[in-house]
């Protein structure tokens, strides 16, 4: 950072502290006798010469797309289009991203964006596609064309992960779930019922645990079974990590997800699988006749860690409530592990069970009904990794969860807007899109031995950020734009705490990127 921004962002910094610093308020004349919001007398003109947008970080994710080549890799790949007037393939999927990165909800946001000249302005653009040309767009892809543009997408996400350090793939783990997209729309082709009555899809995602990163995006209909079609989706995303140069890959999934007729083959090549088996008659009388001393105690470890001094906990209102009221309720009362080895019916060889069992007391009130014991099954092919770090392993695959809900609330991917199956499979992968761009931002950032520990621990803030909090501090950073012959620039407007690591990725943006 230059020392002409270096002074503008320390003096930025200086003014909003002295405004939030205890006490200043009554120096400065305002009284606790009126509130603080105090604005009178508000007037709303024209700038006649000044443009500006909202959303004034879009230009340095369109540094990072440039940087990686994805629009000439979309270009490439995805022919839908006959003829290009005027827009190219590459143009109707970064619109539908840029649109979401710039608060949009829906499509119809999108004419928002293509009436701000500002905005058309920043991105260097003539003219944007309206809502009801993306929505065409959508419904010309077919499953092949989707399938190029998803091995477009990583083909540039390669050139990311290629700029991470040595750690960075010691492993990667892939997780794979189905999650419901509901839908009230009622002519909407490929709908089907779900399993809680539900209406809508039942999207499949499979993910790199590390960076959240959706690798693969599949739309199905809700009625179809959670694990339908994952393990050709795993053996595409084992195929990008051994390009990316993971050492080592694991596969995760739920009970739906045991694959046992695939399980020989990922063994055979090498790859480690950690996936729930199902609840049977033969693994439960298996669990049932281990001796007393193949369990161990399973300790889990704080849910958080207490960095000043330990407090007394707050009252449970939930549990005071279910008391009173008399409700059922279940209490985990402890955890042992076992494992012992065992061959599915659909596997020529035995693998590595880890039986999970839960001793729980069914309580009404306070009233003490029975005890209740449960076990749960792993299956895997790690020999070496001790019982209870593998139940924590895949106990950690419900961070999962979270990404659906990006998807789903935050960018708005999973809101099928569209009229037919394949076209809202095409709007999901776009509008994803936004949340790996912001997965890329992050990784880009540097993160060497000379970067300082606060640069690190801000690289994986930014990383695991919620969509909506890294749009309100990366992205809408109001900003001037003053577009000459050459050049296109963007006026920082005011002060942003997130400022500094934007022009540190702006830096890293203008070396050369490693192979």
Request: glycine share 6%; aromatic share 8%.
């Amino acid at each position: 950072m230059n020392t002409s921004r270096r002074q503008q962002w320390t003096n930025g910094k200086r003014r909003i502290d002295d405004r939030l610093k205890r006490g200043m308020w009554e120096l400065l004349g305002f009284s606790s006798c009126r509130p603080m919001l105090r604005a009178t007398n508000i007037h709303y003109e024209f700038a006649e010469r000044t443009r500006a947008i909202a959303a004034g970080g879009i230009g340095v994710i369109h540094r990072v797309v440039e940087r990686v080549g994805l629009a000439g890799e979309i270009d490439r790949r995805v022919h839908v289009l006959k003829k290009h007037l005027p827009y190219h393939e590459s143009d109707h999927v970064l619109n539908i991203a840029y649109n979401v990165l710039a608060g949009g909800q829906c499509l119809e946001d999108l004419e928002l964006r293509r009436n701000d000249e500002a905005f058309l302005d920043a991105l260097g653009a003539r003219r944007i596609p309206d809502p009801t040309t993306a929505g065409d767009f959508c419904r010309r892809f077919s499953a092949p064309a989707i399938d190029a543009l998803m091995e477009g997408i990583n083909e540039a996400r390669l050139k990311v992960w290629a700029q991470q350090p040595a750690a960075f793939f010691e492993r990667a783990v892939i997780d794979a779930d189905g999650t419901l997209a509901p839908t009230t729309g009622e002519h909407k082709e490929g709908m089907s019922l779900g399993y809680d009555g539900t209406w809508g899809y039942h999207p499949l995602v499979v993910s790199l645990a590390s960076t959240q990163e959706p690798l693969y995006l599949v739309n199905r209909s809700a009625n179809r079974p959670s694990h339908e079609g994952a393990a050709e989706r795993f053996d595409q995303a084992i195929g990008l990590c051994r390009r990316a140069g993971f050492h080592s890959i694991l596969l995760r999934g739920d009970t739906d997800f045991s694959q046992t007729r695939h399980l020989d083959r990922w063994n055979d090549e090498g790859v480690t699988f950690l996936f729930g088996m199902p609840q049977s008659q033969a693994l439960h009388e298996i669990a049932s006749n281990l001796p007393q001393n193949a369990w161990a105690p399973l300790a889990r470890a704080p849910r958080h860690e207490v960095k000043t001094r330990g407090r007394a906990r707050r009252a449970n209102v939930k549990e005071r409530i279910v008391v009173e009221r008399g409700f059922e309720n279940i209490r985990l009362d402890a955890e042992s592990v076992a494992s012992f080895e065992y061959k599915p019916a659909a596997c020529q060889e035995s693998y590595r069970v880890v039986a999970l069992l839960k001793n729980l007391s069914r309580l009404r009130g306070e009233e003490m009904l029975f005890d209740d014991v449960r076990v749960f099954y792993f299956i895997t092919n790690d020999r070496l990794t001790p019982d209870d770090e593998l139940v924590l392993l895949a106990n950690e695959r419900c961070n999962q969860e979270n990404l659906h809900a990006q998807l789903k609330s935050g960018t708005g991917a999973m809101r099928m807007p569209v009229d037919t199956l394949e076209a809202n499979w095409a709007y999901m992968v776009m509008a994803g899109l936004a949340w790996s761009l912001k997965a890329w931002a992050a990784l880009l950032l540097p993160d060497t031995s000379r970067t300082s520990r606060s640069q690190r621990v801000e690289k994986r803030r930014l990383l695991t950020m919620e969509f909506r909090t890294f749009v309100n501090a990366m992205i809408m950073m109001p900003c001037q734009i003053v577009r000459g012959a050459r050049r296109i620039t963007y006026r920082l407007l005011n002060w942003n705490p997130w400022q500094p690591a934007l022009f540190r990725l702006l830096e890293a943006l203008a070396m050369p990127l490693r192979p």
